[in-house]
């Protein structure tokens, strides 16, 4: 092994040590629960490790950061775009990216659309949902959600798949508990053309948490690159 990625190799463990450790406390044992990679201001050589080692789903935040790093990806990464997403920036990455989390708005979801019709292809999003309440942080709120969901799902070149979220970091476990019965309330009356399949919640601070409150991806950068330049 390359003692270059030898923190990344221990992080890995460590990280899968604690996922097993909580599917058991939760009673989760057999479920599949995706660790996404987030890579945010970190070099593709490292992120290419962590593919090699299993973590081939990526999550990038910033579209300028993943326009310069994507060609230095290995070819079985699968990306999906977690971060803010400007309307005007959709067409750099809707054809390299297999969804997009952070659908925050019913206007996002028709640029979306928009330019997947124009494409030929069906994307597929979760919508962001501001659970706090938090003005630093966009999203829907849990009152407009699912207005707002039914009138994405009939958009052509979309396809809703769940609900994605960032809780505030204080009581992080009032928040997970509200988001799964919004999903579960989502699962059992579905807007028509979705497919409802994936609560995306939990990272590198709680994803442990997370694991108890029925998450189907915990999305790890810290936890798994370590610390960020953010400078970068």
Do not use: W
């Amino acid at each position: 092994m390359n003692n270059e990625f030898e923190d990344i190799s221990e992080n890995i463990k460590r990280i899968r040590f604690n996922m097993e450790e909580a599917k058991v406390r939760a009673g989760r044992e057999s479920d599949d629960i995706k660790i996404m990679a987030v890579t945010k201001t970190v070099p593709a050589e490292r992120v290419n490790f962590a593919v090699s080692q299993g973590f081939e789903l990526l999550g990038e935040n910033r579209v300028q950061e993943f326009l310069s790093k994507k060609e230095q990806y290995v070819k079985n990464a699968e990306i999906n775009f977690i971060g803010h997403l400007q309307s005007n920036k959709i067409k750099y990455i809707i054809d390299s990216v297999t969804m997009i989390q952070s659908v925050d708005s019913t206007e996002l979801a028709k640029e979306i659309s928009a330019r997947a019709v124009k494409q030929g292809r069906v994307t597929d999003i979760l919508c962001e949902v501001n659970i706090g309440g938090e003005a630093s942080k966009s999203g829907f709120s849990p009152e407009a959600l699912h207005d707002g969901m039914f009138e994405i799902a009939e958009l052509p070149g979309v396809r809703v798949c769940g609900l994605m979220t960032i809780p505030p970091p204080s009581d992080s476990c009032v928040y997970f508990e509200k988001m799964q019965r919004l999903f579960e309330d989502l699962k059992a009356a579905p807007p028509k053309n979705s497919a409802i399949t994936l609560l995306s919640m939990g990272m590198s601070s709680d994803y442990t948490k997370a694991v108890k409150f029925g998450t189907g991806m915990v999305r790890l950068g810290t936890a798994l690159f370590g610390a960020r330049n953010y400078s970068v």
